[in-house]
């Protein structure tokens, strides 16, 4: 996708077109989906398998067909179940609707004027289908995507406006896990920026400006990981992307994602992937 996990602070496409398509496949080097969040909107779809997507302080389900929409600068990570295949378009959408004069009194909806419905299932054949449409138009990339990827997207502005497919504001609870959230975003940041120096449980309590036991407790309920099982996962997926995008040796993948050993490396790898650094690779190479 990007250059390690760099969600935030670039733009996607092009300025005439702001628009991203992402195929993953379990071979992809970045298979799982860590939390992070960007100004644009996202739209999940798996076309094989099912995906759990922790959006906010929510948690979905999703199975072939399924589709979620994710607002702009929510913070989500996703987790695919074996044999999983899915797809992402990430788009701007608020931009799209800004700078054209005849379409900006639309904006407000997608800046967080009214919560735009989350998941579409089986109850949702209109969306569903629509869905299905754009993500196979941007995939096939056939004479003419362009304009039918940004039609398709006016289309379902249009019909969450005309089916009124909004809901309610969370509870309680939700809205403090949501408050919380917001204090992760600088956790994230530490991370992606000095995950491979020696963090601790402390550096990361610090910059959410919580407890350890605290923000111990409401990390893994948001994340479900603890937070060094959550920097462990990305330093894994971080060498996922040097051993097959960069071509580094495993030494070299190991101690560039933050590991003082390349046994311990291993060890860890394995624990966590079910293979070997080198078959990983390999097996990367063969499916590319």
Known sequence: MYHWYDFENRRRGSLQFP???HHVAGSHPRYVMPWHW???IEIIRPVQGALTIFSGSRRFRLEEGDVLYIPQNTVHGGEPEAGCVYECIVCDFLGMLQQNAGFSAYAEIFSGGKKIQNLYGRDDPE?????????RVMRNRADGWQLQTIGCLFQFAGTVLEKSLFCEEPEDRTV???RNISKFQNVFKLIRSRYRDPLTLEDMAAEANMSPNYFCQVFKEITHYSPVEYLM???IEYSKHLLCVKHA???????LSGFNSPAYYIKVFKDLTGSTPNRYKKSFAVHS
């Open 19 to 21: 628009i991203e398509f």
């Open 38 to 40: 960007h100004p644009e």
């Open 127 to 135: 969306i569903r289908t629509l869905m299905e449409r754009l993500f």
């Open 176 to 178: 403090e896990n949501a």
């Open 233 to 235: 996962h990305y330093r």
């Open 249 to 255: 040796t495993v030494s070299e993948a190991a101690f």
